[in-house]
């Protein structure tokens, strides 16, 4: 009864470096998203993903990368972590269809860049 | 461009008792969804209902209903018998279904309740 799941789920890193976000999920969804969660700004959308093999630009998506290569599995990537990018990160997933627009989201990632 | 708004930054309510808490949109679609989310101290984003557009039925879960008033681009909660377990900040948010939105959810800034003993 996993549903989605993250890896880490906190990270500290220093302005420069790169690191790799994993989420996962059991449900056989197609769609699966990454949003930042900034104090006060609600959450935002950075990449999203309509299936297996594919990704689109959300809201914010500069200094972010990612890629969806497994159905199971959305990775966001940071190739060179800035400060401006410390934030809580969340990955959700929904099926596709109208009756089952909901999207179950993972328990999120603290990031901090120093 | 959706946006969605909450103007309550912060709300508190006695155990027992009810709270309702506001939420706006602005959209020229007529078709959409309208969510409330939860997110307690864990931080996990927890669905509390969801709203279709074309349904004039209010919907409720429980304790949890909405006021959805269209005309109005109005979506507020109403929590009844408020419970310590309810504490949490709860966000609004809006989809457009289909075409290249698809799936989005635009979010409002969120409204941190308080339920006290």
């Known amino acids: 009864n996993a549903g989605v799941t993250q890896t880490p789920k906190f990270r500290v890193l220093k302005t420069g470096q790169s690191m790799t976000l994993l989420c996962a999920q059991d449900?056989?969804?197609?769609?699966m998203y990454w949003y930042r969660q900034d104090p006060g700004m609600g959450l935002r959308l950075i990449h999203y993903s309509v299936g297996e093999g594919t990704t689109a630009k959300g809201e914010v998506p500069d200094g972010y990368n990612v890629s969806r290569l497994k159905k199971q599995n959305f990775l966001l990537g940071l190739e060179s972590a800035a400060p401006s990018q410390t934030s809580v990160y969340f990955c959700a997933s929904s099926d596709r269809g109208p009756s089952t627009d909901t999207q179950y989201f993972g328990p999120g990632t603290r990031l901090t860049v120093l | 461009a959706q946006t969605v708004t909450q103007s309550q930054p912060e709300m508190s309510v006695q155990e027992a008792e009810t709270v309702t808490l506001s939420c706006t949109y602005d959209t020229s679609e007529n078709n959409y969804y309208l969510f409330w989310y939860k997110q307690p101290p864990s931080r996990q984003m927890i669905l509390v209902i969801r709203?279709?557009?074309?349904?004039?039925q209010n919907a409720t879960e429980n304790r949890f209903s909405v006021n959805f008033q269209k005309a109005a681009k109005s979506f507020s909660l109403k929590i009844s018998d408020s419970q310590l377990g309810d504490t949490a900040m709860y966000f609004c948010?809006?989809?457009?279904?289909?075409?290249?939105?698809?799936?989005?959810?635009?979010f409002g800034q969120g409204t941190i309740l308080t339920v006290h003993p």
């Open positions: 948010a809006f989809m457009k279904p289909g075409g290249t939105s698809y799936g989005k959810l635009t």
């Open positions: 709203q279709e557009a074309y349904k004039q």
């Open positions: 449900m056989n969804h197609e769609y």
